[in-house]
């Protein structure tokens, strides 16, 4: 067990979360059922929110390695990707736009395209 703790610490220190933890912006949900999930496949934070039969999944990419958010002058920055969204295709944006994170994912709650 002590082996798995380690690892875990040594994963924690490499990917920064700590770091990150101080600038994950706070969402503010609006009646949803949010479930907090384990980080698979590079992201830093995954959700679901859920309302009704409805669910969609949530991730933070800080570091690009699930896909790519260029920033207006060109470089990657942390984004966030909501799926499905509205259109049943997926939806990104920075970090830092959660009221963009927000309605898209309300639009993809209240879309009856899925």
């Given amino acids: 067990m002590m082996d798995k703790v380690m690892d875990r610490y040594a994963m924690e220190k490499e990917l920064d979360w700590r770091k990150w933890t101080k600038k994950i912006p706070f969402l503010k949900f609006p009646g949803w059922e949010v479930k907090p999930i ?38 990657p920055e942390p984004y ?6 509205a259109d049943g295709d997926t939806y990104r944006c920075a970090m830092d736009e959660t009221f963009a994170l927000q309605h898209a994912i309300a639009e993809s709650l209240k879309s009856t395209s899925r």
């Fill in 38 to 75: 384990p980080p698979f496949a590079c992201a830093l934070v995954r959700f679901i929110v859920q309302k009704g039969d409805k669910d969609v999944s949530v991730y933070l990419d800080v570091d690009n390695s699930l896909g790519i958010w260029i920033d207006d002058e060109g470089n």
């Fill in 80 to 85: 966030w990707e909501i799926n499905p969204a």
